[in-house]
């Protein structure tokens, strides 16, 4: 079981990016991809999860409206569209994925791919 995380980078406030998780190893069909961010000297937070078997999101509040999480199950791949970025969402950036609900809880999650940063400049 393997993920791969992407698409991190430095980007002025009110850009945007795109991160990518790819997945391997497992049919993912029943499982929850997450998305957590963690900010240096800050516990790791939720940011957004996706079923792989229907289109059934959730967000956290912060980010609602400005971030949206998609999967190409084609590509064995989950996006987390970013934009209208704001310093405070500078972070490393980790996918995840579990066979739970939807959930917004770390621990519940078993797999985890390395992070990739983002940095928002103001």
């Known amino acids: 079981v393997q993920l791969q995380a992407s698409g991190g980078g430095l980007v002025q406030a009110g850009g945007s990016l795109r991160l990518s998780c790819a997945a391997s190893?497992?049919?993912?069909?029943?499982?929850?991809m997450g998305w957590f961010r963690q900010a240096p000297g800050k516990e790791r937070e939720f940011v957004a999860a996706?079923?792989?078997?229907?289109?059934?999101?959730y967000y956290v509040d912060s980010v609602k409206g400005r971030f949206t999480i998609s999967r190409d199950n084609a590509r064995s791949t989950v996006y987390l569209q970013m934009s209208s970025l704001k310093p405070e969402d500078t972070a490393a950036y980790y996918c995840?994925?579990?066979?739970?609900?939807?959930?917004?809880?770390?621990?519940?999650?078993?797999?985890w791919g390395q992070g990739t940063q983002v940095t928002v400049s103001s």
């Open positions: 995840a994925a579990g066979r739970i609900p939807l959930s917004n809880k770390d621990y519940e999650y078993d797999y």
């Open positions: 190893g497992w049919t993912f069909s029943s499982y929850v």
């Open positions: 996706i079923r792989w078997s229907f289109p059934s999101t």
